[in-house]
């Protein structure tokens, strides 16, 4: 087979980066390791801003969104007791975010490309990149007990964190940088109506809880746990017993507790990688770097990682030009780092860090109490939180 592209990895990032390369009649295929269920069952943040939104209108599959999307135009945050609203909106002239969960946005991607009778290698086991360092990449992959052989002309490494393709790129040419944090996430889906109608980011002296949602009647919530906590230490019952502790009084009065569909525990980690760039083989979305979830930054930054690459490879194939592709790796870093940045600030916040003692807890309150209260403060949460503008600082 040969195409102008291969996309390795089907998840939210290779599906747009496909959808996206389709309207501009740039041939793609995508590999995907798991099935397109497994895919759809891992359930993930779901906060959009408006960069996210524009493109998947600009990938023709925002019907479904704008219908069932919740616009919000601000948030709680929770501290000794008293929820303070950040208003997004008032704040940054205007902008708001999308709830609408990642499982629904692959979804509208994956149907799109079925539609288009585009294809996607479900179930590619053993995928290999090969020749990046030329004009004439390849990648191999195994279905059916054979083996297959696509040529390109680029590689996309859309394949997340686990990935084969940042494990590819030469070791003296790249650099990690890491950090994992003290404790993990344990989230739970239910079909109950959520607490209120905005999200409540709550910082609570038995650490940290998060009231999020997916609509109207089906709610997403998250416990700060220590790192040696199993998912099997927590029944449903104690879930709810400890997110009426982290939650101010009127919210707990208003908790409607329901069996969990889905419970796990995910460890907070900031990772990036540089460059994104190796040859002809490119790095997007968590394949290329980690923000921990409190600032629903993770697919954000892959649809803009996702949207810079689109870009540079239109400029390639139309314009003749390689400056895009030169660029790349630069352009998506410094919105990155900018991204990372206020991820690990705002979890730094919310959390609690017991190996900071009595003085790191009052730094936090102090600091709480000044951002709710000061219009510049509560500006700057907001305007990280929708989203810098995609030309700042240019
Ligand atoms: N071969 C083929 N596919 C692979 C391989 C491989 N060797 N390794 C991983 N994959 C697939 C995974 O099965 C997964 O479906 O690549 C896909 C990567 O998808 P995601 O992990 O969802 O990453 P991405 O598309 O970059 O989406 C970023 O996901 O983790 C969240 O917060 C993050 O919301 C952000 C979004
Ligand atoms: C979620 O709804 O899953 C969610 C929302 C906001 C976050 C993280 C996760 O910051």
Known sequence: MRVQVAIVGGGPAGHLLGQLLHKVGIDAVILERQTGDYVLGRIRAGILEQVCIDLMDEAGVGERMHKEGLIHGGFDMLFKGERHRIDMNKLTGG???MVYGQTELTRDLMDARKAASLTTIYEAGNVTVHDFDTAKPRVRYEKDGQTHEIEC???AGCDGFHGVCRASAPRNAIREYEKIYPFGWLGVLSETPPVHEELIYANSPRGFALSSQRSHTRSRYYLQVPLTDKVEDWSDEAFWQEL????DPEARAKLVTGPS?????????????EPMRFGRMFLAGDAAHIVPPTG???LNLAATDVKYLCSALIEFYRDKSEAGIDHYSQRCLRRIWR???FSWWFTGLMHRFPENGEIGQKFQEAELDYLIHSEAGARSVAENYVGLPLNFGE
């Open 95 to 97: 902008k708001n975010v």
């Open 153 to 155: 002309d680029f590689i």
């Open 244 to 247: 009426r502790l982290r939650l």
């Open 261 to 273: 569909i889905e419970k796990s525990i995910a460890p907070l980690r900031s990772f990036v990688t």
């Open 296 to 298: 629903a930054k993770g």
């Open 339 to 341: 991204a990372e940045r």
